[in-house]
């Protein structure tokens, strides 16, 4: 069984993001270690990429910060590392496929697995695409997690019934960022999930708020909240760790029991 059923066992679970690097490496380890005390059950970091064409600003910002400060995939495969000597937290990569293409597939699910991350979200990569990958990463027992977003439709249940890990459903279209208000059919989607699978189900893109984390996650398994964590990091800088706990804390508490 996949290590990241752990973040949903017996409870719905809070998956906080972060830009890898943003502002430092040093406090990246920092702000995962915050995030977890404050309730996180997993940990998704982003590898820095030039064009990341699923980020809203706030991500595109953070990205330009960390790729400045010297920020390298070998570099967060380290920092993961060390991460893994303090907690057990599940973590997952965020990235884009010209990095793992560039690294080499194999070697990278190898250093995953070597370092302790249990999965990778692939925005840019078609679903019918990941034939090539998924045989790489299920070796080294890495979890490519699938992305269905409202467009998916009759796509849903092939895309669900071959997940692991957990599903990611894409609240709304568009690229990341924070929203006032969220329209997709989430209970319906759901829904056509758990005609074909027990794998759990976490929501994300654009939710930011306590109200919108209970709201979620009384549909699926959990909430994911990415651009609203990045933006308190790009406010604050090396001084977020607080922040982000007393962010954190408030969004966890808004989980459906």
């Keep these: 069984m996949s290590k990241i059923y752990k973040a949903f066992e017996g409870k719905k679970a809070f998956i906080g993001f ?40 706030v991500i595109q910002e953070a990205n330009i910060r960390a790729l400045s400060a ?11 590392s060390s991460i893994r000597r303090k907690t057990e937290i599940p973590l997952v990569f ?8 560039k690294y080499g597939y194999d070697a990278f699910c190898k250093r995953c697995q070597e370092c302790g991350v249990d999965g990778v979200i ?25 992305m269905v977003a409202p467009t998916s439709k009759e796509r849903i249940q092939k895309m669900a019934a071959d997940a692991t890990g957990f599903i990611y459903v894409v609240s709304s279209m568009g690229v990341t960022g924070a929203r006032s208000e969220i329209k997709t059919d989430i209970k319906e989607m759901v829904r056509i999930i758990r005609n074909v699978t027990d794998t759990p189900v976490a929501v994300g893109f ?34 977020a760790g607080e922040k982000l706990y007393e962010y954190v804390s408030e969004m966890v508490s808004g989980l459906a029991k």
Excluded at 134 to 140: C, D, G, M, N, T
Excluded at 218 to 232: N, P, Y
């Design 94 to 101: 965020l990235a884009y496929l010209n990095t793992l293409y």
């Design 122 to 146: 692939l925005p840019d990569l078609p679903f019918e695409e990941r034939g090539e990958l998924v045989p790489i990463a299920r070796k080294y027992d890495v979890d490519i997690i699938t």
């Design 206 to 239: 654009g939710i930011n708020t306590k109200e919108q984390v209970h709201q979620f996650s009384e549909l699926s398994d959990g909430a994911i909240v990415g651009s609203a964590i990045v933006q308190i990091i790009g406010r604050y800088g090396n001084e």
């Design 18 to 57: 972060l830009t890898a690097g943003d502002p430092t490496l040093e406090k990246t380890e920092e702000f995962v270690l915050e995030m977890e005390r404050a309730g996180a059950a997993l940990v998704e970091l982003g590898i820095p990429f030039s064009d990341p064409i699923a980020d809203g600003p």
């Design 70 to 80: 010297g920020c390298t995939t070998d570099k967060i495969f380290d920092t993961v």
